[in-house]
């Protein structure tokens, strides 16, 4: 009898050490705690190193965006590679209708401005100014006129000008456009530097200080008055010689007041160049070298009674020596 209440308290005794140690066993930790470092060669527990909850992770992981748990997203490379191909397309696409465009935008530009008729030079819009009797208002149109249809940005003010600079009788010229489809010209005319006469004839030949023929008039014609005039055997001949030619820069070089008093030239030779006066006095130039000079000295001779006196020629041939006989 005793025997059995000893079996059953050892019985009672064992189940009371087994609860005993499954109550010191610890659980597993969810939350992961960090612990403190620990000397090298130090003992480490295993119960205190931090623990991952996989089951939670994975929920996290797969989560929905309402906490519905869903399967992990599976990647189809084949599928992202052709999204990806597609993408690339579109993009080069999107820089080739960007290119094509900017390019048809400079086409459509250039063609506004250099050939549609925006800016294109009209004959109907091309005026001229300056002409005279000597440079007629046809030689000018005729330069300016071969401008017409283009772009007035293709026109050159430059050439322009120069061309008209070339009529015999333009001292200098200017080329103004107007836009969008106009241009104006204008050109300062020079007088006669004198009228050439033949013996047989009786019209006089303008030309200019640079042996240029402008026009032919009649002698008596009143816009000859107050030109000098060289009688000549032949005009084409005479402008080829080195004389006329002298005689014509020093004629264009002189003032109106000088011009207008002149009743004969003398060209003979390159260095015997000679105006007569209405008052009777010969002015003996020599050739057209130093003229500014020799017409100041000429000046200021002829402009002091004490020095001219009752003398008939003034010889400036030579600068250094004028002569007063």
Partial sequence: MRSAFAAAGNAVARRRSAKQARAQVK???IVEERTGATSPGA?????????????????????????????????????????????NTRRIAARVAVACAALAAVVALIWLLFFSPVLRLEPNNISASGANEWVS??????????????????????????????????????????FPNGLHVSVTAQRPAAMLKEPSGSTLTAVDSKARKLNAVNGSAQSVQGIPVIEVDNVGKALSRRAVQSALVILDALPESMR??????QANTQDSITTQLDNGISIVWGDDSDLKLKMAIVDKIMNDPNVIGDKKQINVSATARPIIK
């Fill in 137 to 178: 208002n046809e030689q000018i149109m005729a330069i300016a006129k071969r401008q017409a249809g283009k772009s007035l940005l293709l026109v050159s003010d430059g050439a322009v000008e120069q061309q008209l600079s070339q009529i015999p009788g333009v001292s200098s010229a200017t080329a103004e456009k107007k």
């Fill in 43 to 87: 003992f480490v527990d295993a119960n205190n190193l931090p623990s991952e909850d996989v089951v939670t992770k994975t929920l996290q992981e797969t989560a929905g965006t309402i906490g519905v748990a869903t399967r992990p997203k599976v990647v189809d490379f084949a599928a992202r590679q052709k999204e990806q191909r597609k993408a």
């Fill in 260 to 265: 207008n008093a002149i009743v004969k030239v």
């Fill in 27 to 29: 659980k597993p930790r």
